[in-house]
């Protein structure tokens, strides 16, 4: 990122997102460390637990487990800021989901308060890109790389 300013807002959020990851993961743990074999089998988490017993090993809904491969950075700053909301935006849906689903009180305050944080980090971002935007005309920031325009 070629701005100190947006730099630090990036720094800021990257951190609050690794707490979001430790939210999730603490909820996921809390709900699922005293069940029974039958309780396992019963709700689907039979095959989840034979690979990782009551462990929490970041993965999709669908079972995908996360990789670094899912960040589509590109190194272009409207690219990637572009993506962040997206981003943002999918973990706003993913969190509507749950709520749709929950009916227990204490993760359903959680998970708000994770959502309310996605739609403040879709806000900055975008205030990111507004900021970028109005520095395009400057030296060295760019829209696309000139280098492949020749």
Do not use: C
Request: aromatic residues 8%; without cysteine.
């Amino acid at each position: 990122m070629p701005y100190e300013e947006l730099k630090g807002l990036l720094t800021d959020i990257g951190t609050e997102e690794l707490g979001h990851l430790e939210m999730i993961g603490t909820i996921v743990h809390q709900l699922t460390r005293n069940l029974t074999p039958e309780q396992q089998k019963e709700a689907g988490f039979a095959q989840y637990f034979v690979d990782h017993t009551a462990s929490i090993y970041p993965q999709a809904a669908s079972g995908t487990p996360w990789s670094a491969a899912t960040m589509q950075v590109k190194g272009d700053p409207v690219t990637d800021l572009a993506e962040d909301m997206a981003a943002e935006q999918k973990a706003r849906t993913t969190y509507d989901n749950i709520l749709r689903l929950s009916d227990d009180p204490d993760v359903n305050d959680a998970i708000k308060f994770l959502r309310a944080r996605e739609v403040v980090h879709f806000q900055r971002f975008g205030e990111a890109m507004q900021k970028l935007r109005e520095r395009l005309n400057q030296k060295n920031i760019y829209y696309m790389n000139p280098a492949l325009d020749r």
